[in-house]
Nanobody, 125 residues
Framework: QVQLVESGGGLVQAGGSLRLSCAAS????????MGWFRQAPGNAREFVAG????????GYADSVKGRFTISGDNAKNTLYLQMNTLKPEDTAVYYC??????????????????WGQGTQVTVSS
């Protein structure tokens, strides 16, 4: 099993920045890819960014491309999401996810095996 714990959420004004962290523990050697998803009230969970550990390939949703950066620190078993130029529409609960089945990150939430509890990000206008 893998445990994921997110941190770094909070309240920020539009145009500001936040950095989310996701600490992984347990059978971390089984993780091949990780991702960030978000879910706003009344909306479906949506892909934000993903990273494949082998090769370091990354991908982003069009809505965050150029503003968000996903990265990871293997030594610390920690995933990050740097969020810049935040907009009110970025307000959501952000979830960290890990996959062992696939070697490449997926944009589909059901391709991930493990999930964190989520961290709230609120962007005021």
């Amino acid at each position: 099993q893998v445990q994921l714990v997110e941190s770094g959420g909070g309240l920020v004004q539009a145009g500001g920045s936040l950095r989310l962290s996701c600490a992984a523990s347990g059978r971390t050697f089984s993780i091949n890819a990780m991702g960030w998803f978000r879910q706003a009230p009344g909306n479906a969970r949506e892909f934000v960014a993903g990273i494949s550990w082998s090769g370091g390939n990354t991908g982003y949703a069009d809505s965050v491309k150029g503003r968000f950066t996903i990265s990871g620190d293997n030594a610390k078993n920690t995933l990050y999401l740097q969020m810049n130029t935040l907009k009110p529409e970025d307000t959501a609960v952000y979830y960290c996810a890990a996959a062992g089945r696939n070697y490449y990150y997926s944009r589909r939430w059901n391709d991930y095996d493990y999930w964190g509890q989520g961290t709230q990000v609120t962007v005021s206008s």
